[in-house]
Every structure is written in C-alpha cells, then in structure tokens.
C-alpha cells in the first residue's frame, strides 16, 4: 500500500470527536469521507474537522467512494448492518465496542468479514491506555514471577449520562458499556477465562440497567481475578475514567493505583513509578487518558493494515471478551458458574 489510508467514518456522534482528532494525527491514514444519518450532526463535525465529502446514508458513501478502511463509530444497534455492508464492498473495517449485543450478531459480523477477506477490529481501546500497558510490560518481564491473582477495577460517580444519555436507557449497562473493557483489561492481562460469576445490581434509581457489577473470574494457568465496576461509587477524589489493577506474582506485586501510579514489590524492595499518560493537544482531562488509547489503537490498526498481521482486538479475538459480558449477565440472572465458552 503506497500513499496514506483513505477513510470514511460513520458516526458523528459524541466519541467520534475523539477518532477524528486521533485520524488527524495518525501516520499514514485520514479520513476523507464522513456519514451521520443526522445531517446537522454531519454539517456540524464536518465543518468542524473540514472534511467536505458527507453522506446521510453508509450505503450511498460506501457507493460512492474508494476507501481503503470505514470506522464505524455508531452505537450497537447498527453495528451488524454496517460492518457487513462494509463486508460486502470488501472494504476493512474498524467498529466500536460494544460489537453487538448478541454473540450470534458478533459470530455473523466476523464471518462476513472473514468470506469478504477483509480486516477486522473492534475499537477496545482501554488495554491501549498507556498506564495498562506499563503493568502488562512489568508482568511480561517475569519481576513478579507467576502470576496467580488480579483485579481490575473502575469505581466512579462521575455523571456519564450527560454525555451519552442513552446509557441510561439500555436494559443492560455498566457490564456492557464499561465492564467490557474491564473484562477486556482482565484478558490482556491474565488470559483467557475459564469460568464467570457475577453479581450486579442497580443503585441510582434514574437508570434502567445495572450500575454496579463484580465477576469473579477463572482464567487458565489457575489465575483468579475480580473485575469489578461501578458507577455509583462516591469517593474523596473522584477517579473517573481511571482502571485500578492489582496483580500478585508468586515472587512479588503491581499496584496501579489512583493519580496513575504504579507501585511494584518484590522481596528485594519495591519502586513507584508515575505513569501518567500524555494529555494529547486536542485533549482535555479527565478524558486524556481514553484519549491517548483511542489515538494508540488507531496507528496500530494502520500499521496492522500495512503489515497485514491481525489486529490485537480483531473481530475473532473481541468474541472471547463479548462471551465474559454474556457470561457475566447471566450468571448474575441465574446464580451459575458460566464456562464463556459455552455461550
Ligand atoms: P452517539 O449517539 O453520540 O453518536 C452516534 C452517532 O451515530 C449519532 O450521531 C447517530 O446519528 C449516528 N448513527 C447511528 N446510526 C447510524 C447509521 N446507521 N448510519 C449513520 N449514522 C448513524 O454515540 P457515542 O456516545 O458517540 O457512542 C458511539 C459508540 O462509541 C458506542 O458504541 C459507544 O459505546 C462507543 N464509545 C466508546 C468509547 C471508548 O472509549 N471506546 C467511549 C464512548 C463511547
Ligand atoms: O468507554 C466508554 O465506553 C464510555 C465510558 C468510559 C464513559 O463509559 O461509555
């Protein structure tokens, strides 16, 4: 591939800002082709990023322009529709987490993708946050030894509804919205999952789904972990959007804790570490640090496309952190130990 990537994105809703700024920056892609079924949305961001080329309608975009990737930033309901239309003009294809709301939806969208011969990645983006990578880079060094225990955790009060008021619409929510990447964080970490049990409930009573949620996890190689989140959690300082993780080796321990500081332990001694993640130009706290994941994931999708190796969270790869949300829920319907893999 010679020249830079050419992109349309559908979508020019709340995040989508955030792809944009990230598109702007990236090496060797950009967008030059945008899609909103709200024209004044499109109007709006259209201006705003200066890209001329609009469409109400995937289908007509997809139609009419050459694209070398489209980035679906849409909410689930679409998801299905769009990546398989986008399979069909055999076009690559980035779609934003949640990937669907059902497994069969996810297994049909990797399957479209798969019989088209095109690319696939889900936009989970939070085990790209900086600090994330910098516990994995220390497990991966063998400091800590084996690992046999973890948690990953998100406990907040911080009001996501203003931004994105449909969360507070959904059946389902902190699991889907928020403990996706948490459970997405504990499979980076930890590996694959085994077995799940979770229990959730709802505090605030403006919303329909549930707002707190805590799975106990089985992963292979007998490592537990917890992954537990919350969006009702008052606390002195207010920690939204950042993941906590602790990790316990059999020869010492990582702890991420509050203010991006990371602590390890050995018999030997321990060290803190500061890993603040860069407030990009365009970013603003206390988003930065989703911000730089969303800017990191992007290059890796490009540069994944030039080399033509599998993304890290590939469509294929995305249905094992979709198969714990599922898990997940229903165990906490049911009481039961769910093997993901059953589902
Ligand atoms: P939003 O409702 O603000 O924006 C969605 C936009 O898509 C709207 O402007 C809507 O008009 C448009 N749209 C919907 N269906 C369409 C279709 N078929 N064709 C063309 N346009 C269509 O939603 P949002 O808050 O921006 O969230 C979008 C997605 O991003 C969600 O899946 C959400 O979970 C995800 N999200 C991810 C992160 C992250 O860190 N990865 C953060 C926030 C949101
Ligand atoms: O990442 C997300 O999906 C967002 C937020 C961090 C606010 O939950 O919805």
Partial sequence: MSGDLQ??????????LN???GWRDARGAGIVALCDRDPERLRLVGDQFGIARRYTDAAAMLAAERLDFVDIATTVPSHRALVELAARHRVPVICQKPFAATMDDARAMVAACDAAGVA?????????QSAIRAVKAVIDTGEIGPVFWGRVSFRSAYDVFSG????????????????????DIARSLFGDATSVVARTRRVNPAIRGEDVATVLLGHAGDVTSVVDCSYATVQAVEPFPETLIEVDGASGSIRLGQGYRMVVATRAGSRAVEVSPPVLPWASRPWHNIQESVALIQQHWVDRLRDGAAAETSGADNLKTLALVEAAYRSAATGAVIDPASL
């Fill in 164 to 183: 994105q008021p449909y969360l507070a619409e959904g059946e389902r929510f902190i699991l889907e919205d928020l403990g996706i990447h948490a459970l």
């Fill in 7 to 16: 992109g349309g994105l559908i979508g020019c809703g709340f995040f989508a």
């Fill in 120 to 128: 696939l990645m889900v936009h989970e983006n939070f085990r790209w």
């Fill in 19 to 21: 792809q944009l700024h």
